[in-house]
């Protein structure tokens, strides 16, 4: 292979070919001069990727029982006909792109999937439903998975921070189908041995297939619950193109009109090869105690805490003020009461649940739960939700927000929360982990899926894919 003058993208994409994983497959090596090093990919991230498996799976299992997600596999089911990967939730199997669109849709359908804050973006929706199709297809084995995962999310990871996360989405594009492309086609392009001009290529062909716009948070609509579905989709095409000898742009994600440029009026180019090997993408992660956006969580887990301190009732309360990002004042101020999804994306509305439900319960946003007037009668009582310098500054790594109650006798309590729960400043442990999985899948699943996930290591995927066989 002739090496052209080095851009942004083969740099990435050279990294990411030359990494192997528990396998000892290995890609081509990086181009001379690229940042960190390659090689082997640590154990500890195909740990975390496990976790991120394990998570994903999960989300997916009981995303699949929503009525947007059951329209999805259908679509799949009549686009894709009959193929080698597993469609879960529904017992049937079709080609990977289709598999990969109604697993990722699942896996996005319930706001339960999990996050890297400062991409604002959803990893596990996009990547895994893609490297998962692919694997099943190709007969790979479960380490050989983790380590696509982990390869995965460090594209999607970059691709959404170099982007400039923050100006992309107040623009109007979500992040999660927008960088999510280049998440699955490389987790993809791993497991089809891409070396590293393969995966630029791939790259450049992601860039096209890259879409979806917040409108969803203006004037509703269930758009949103495919985004994911589509990156997975798109990247895997992408993929699969180029193993058919399609050629992309060169500088997909760094050029004049490239993925950063195109979509962002603030892209931080450099971060597209900061510290390659030193800092990860799967370091970063958000796994979500609540089913509801992200940005929103510090707001919830504030509630929560002062919920619990002062044993507050809703007849206590006259006013609730809340403070968070630009973002959030922006994106996630919204009636909450008037659709499953702007109950998941509403600020006002989770205060409200935070305090007279469990927003940890997915149960919580059924429609005849948002249509308690009660929970009506409490949003109300949310009479402002602004933006504040302190916690912009930290938008999105850490993720920040403040509640403040105001009583009827004129006690004013407030909460900050910096570094929300299930975030990387603040983890959850292995057993709550756990336990958001079997809550999730509890008799949606066979009850040997988390004991298959959790060893998938030293097993081959075909045994994921019977472990997701409708229970008997």
Not at 154 to 177: D, N, Q, W, Y
Not at 421 to 427: I, L, R, T, V
Request: aromatic share 6%.
């Amino acid at each position: 292979m002739t090496e052209l003058a080095h851009t942004a993208t083969e740099e990435l994409a050279h990294f990411l070919a030359g990494l192997s994983g528990l396998s000892g497959l290995s890609g081509l090596s990086g181009l001379s001069g690229s940042s960190g090093s390659s090689g082997g990919i640590e154990p500890r991230l195909t740990a975390i990727a496990t976790d991120c498996l394990l998570d994903t799976v999960g989300a997916m299992v009981f995303g699949a029982t929503q009525p947007w997600s059951r329209a999805a596999i259908e679509v799949a089911k009549a686009a894709g006909g009959s193929g080698p990967s597993t469609i879960i939730g529904d017992g049937t199997r079709t080609t990977p792109a289709q598999a990969a669109f109604a697993n990722g849709a699942s896996a996005h359908a319930f706001e339960l999937d999990d996050v890297h804050e400062e991409a604002i973006s959803h990893p596990g929706a996009a990547v895994i439903p893609a490297a998962f199709a692919i694997a099943e297809d190709r007969g790979a084995s479960g380490a050989e998975l983790l380590a696509a995962i982990v390869v995965g999310y460090e594209a999607m990871g970059r691709a959404g921070i170099a982007v400039g996360p923050s100006a992309h989405m107040l623009g109007g594009f979500h992040p999660t189908s927008m960088s999510g492309v280049f998440g699955s086609a490389a987790a993809v392009g791993h497991l089809l041995g891409f070396d590293g001009e393969q995966l630029t290529m791939a790259f450049g062909l992601a860039v096209t297939l890259a879409s979806g716009t917040m409108e969803f948070a203006s004037s509703g609509g269930m758009a949103k619950r495919i985004h994911a579905g589509r990156a997975a989709e798109g990247g895997l095409t992408a993929a699969l193109l180029v193993a058919g000898g399609m050629e992309g742009a060169r500088d997909g994600l760094a050029g004049v009109y490239g993925f950063c440029r195109a979509f962002s009026p603030e892209p931080q180019i450099e971060l597209l090869t900061d510290r390659l090997g030193e800092r990860w993408m799967t370091d970063e992660l958000t796994i979500k105690p609540y089913a509801a956006c992200s940005d929103i969580h510090p707001m919830i887990q504030a509630t929560q805490e002062l919920r619990a301190e002062h044993d507050l009732r809703p007849e206590r309360i006259d006013r609730i003020e809340a403070e968070g990002p630009t973002k959030a004042a922006t994106q996630n101020s919204l009636d909450g009461t008037v659709s499953v999804m702007a109950a998941q994306y509403s600020a006002e509305f989770n205060i409200a649940a935070a305090l007279l439900a469990d927003p940890g319960d997915p149960a919580t946003y059924r429609p005849e739960r948002i249509a308690d007037p009660a929970l009506a009668d409490l949003q109300a009582k949310v009479v402002s939700v602004e933006a504040a310098p302190e916690f912009d500054a930290t938008y999105a790594w850490r993720m920040g927000g403040r509640v403040t109650i105001t009583l009827v006798d004129g006690t004013v309590l407030s909460r900050t929360v910096h570094g929300q729960k299930g975030s990387m400043h603040q983890p959850l442990t292995a057993e709550e982990l756990g336990r958001k999985f079997d809550h999730l899948v509890g008799g949606r699943a066979r009850p040997e899926l988390a004991d298959v996930i959790r060893t998938i290591a030293d097993r081959p995927v075909a045994d994921l894919g019977r472990a997701l066989a409708p229970p008997d």
